[in-house]
């Protein structure tokens, strides 16, 4: 089973830009995740890539503005904010699981993420307004 680390978190003003890092060992799963959460709320499935990266989910408040990807060579996966909101502020968690999870979120939706079997600490993302 794999683990994962997070890191790329930080504080920024609406509009700006920030890159998550998601280190993933001893490989990248077969399908890896991010999640975001607010104390308070529910955890929210913000994108996901199936391994190779040759298709990609995202939910929709975040298309246009986030990408996912991922570089084999560095067992990392990586998510590029920009045009960062407000809302978009959370602490954000790296999730891998089987393709399923990949599956699951194309079917149903993203979910809480119950369908991935390993989790990071999570990375912190302050937006200003």
């Known amino acids: 089973q794999v683990q994962v680390v997070e890191s790329g978190g930080g504080s920024v003003q609406a509009g700006g830009s920030l890159r998550l890092s998601c280190v993933s060992s001893?490989?990248?799963?077969?399908?890896m995740g991010w999640y975001r959460q607010v104390p308070g709320k529910q955890r929210e499935g913000v994108a996901a890539?199936?391994?190779?990266?040759?298709?990609?989910l995202y939910t929709d408040s975040v298309k246009g503005r986030f990408t996912i990807y991922q570089d084999n060579s560095k067992n990392t996966v990586y998510l590029q904010m920009n045009n960062l909101e407000p809302e978009d502020t959370a602490m954000y968690y790296c999730a891998a699981g089987t393709l399923g999870a990949c599956n699951i979120w194309s079917s149903s939706g993203p979910g809480k993420g119950t369908q991935f079997r390993t989790w990071g600490q999570g990375t912190q993302v302050t937006v200003s307004s």
């Open positions: 001893p490989v990248i799963d077969s399908c």
């Open positions: 890539i199936y391994a190779g990266g040759q298709r990609t």
